[in-house]
C-alpha cells in the first residue's frame, strides 16, 4: 500500500502513469482523512485497508520516520529521498538505496 500526504488523485494518477498501480493495493492520500502524516492515523488506516493489524513503513523523510515512531512501527529507510537528517539520526531499523535491495530487507523484518 501507499500512505503519503500527496492527494489521493493524483498519487493514483503518477502510479498508473508509471505502471506501477498493479502494485499496489490501496493508496491513502493526504485527503482521504482529516488528518495527515506524521499522524499515525492515516499510516493506520492503509493498514486496514490491506487487512494488516500492523506492518513495516518504508519511506524517505523526517515526517515519514516521524509517522513509523508515531503508528508504532518498524521504519526503513530509502536514502535516496529528501531529507535535511541524517540516516543514523532518524534510526531506521533497515535503510537502503536501490529498490533492489528492499525485498530483502522486508523478508528478514517478517
Known amino acids: 500500500g501507499v500512505c503519503t500526504n500527496k492527494p489521493e488523485a493524483i498519487s493514483r494518477a503518477i502510479l498508473a502513469a508509471l505502471d506501477l498501480a498493479p502494485f499496489f493495493d490501496d493508496i491513502v492520500g ?3 482523512l482529516p488528518e495527515r502524516k ?5 499510516l493506520h488506516a492503509a493498514f486496514a485497508a490491506l487487512g494488516a493489524p500492523s506492518g513495516l513503513y518504508v519511506g524517505d ?6 509517522t513509523a515512531g508515531a503508528a508504532g512501527v518498524p521504519f526503513v529507510m ?5 531529507r535535511s537528517k541524517s540516516v543514523e539520526e532518524l534510526a531506521p531499523v533497515a535503510s537502503f538505496d536501490d529498490f533492489a ?5 522486508v523478508a528478514a523484518r517478517t
Open 78 to 82: 530509502f536514502t535516496g529521498g529528501y
Open 38 to 42: 506524521p499522524d499515525p492515523r492515516p
Open 61 to 66: 523523510s523526517e515526517v515519514d520516520a516521524e
Open 101 to 105: 535491495g528492499l525485498a530483502a530487507i
Open 30 to 32: 493526504g485527503d482521504r
